[in-house]
């Protein structure tokens, strides 16, 4: 007898957004997504702060 299943209750009718995991944790075998990953996430937005930084030192002095 296969057992019965009961329905997963979705909000709003679809399934919620997955969470936004590193590749890391989702396969070690995957550098160029780690990397990816770090760009994106971490060094990016750094890189956008010191530009601005950057530029606000220049227009002031």
């Known amino acids: 007898m296969a057992a019965t299943r009961t329905p ?3 909000t709003r009718g679809y399934d919620p957004e997955p969470m936004d995991v ?4 989702q396969s070690p ?9 770090l760009i994106t996430s971490f ?12 530029a606000v030192t220049y227009h002031l002095f």
């Open 8 to 10: 997963i209750e979705r």
């Open 22 to 25: 590193p590749p890391l944790f």
């Open 29 to 37: 075998a995957r550098p160029l997504a780690m990397l990816r990953w």
């Open 43 to 54: 060094m990016w937005p750094q890189s956008i702060l010191w530009i601005g930084i950057a």
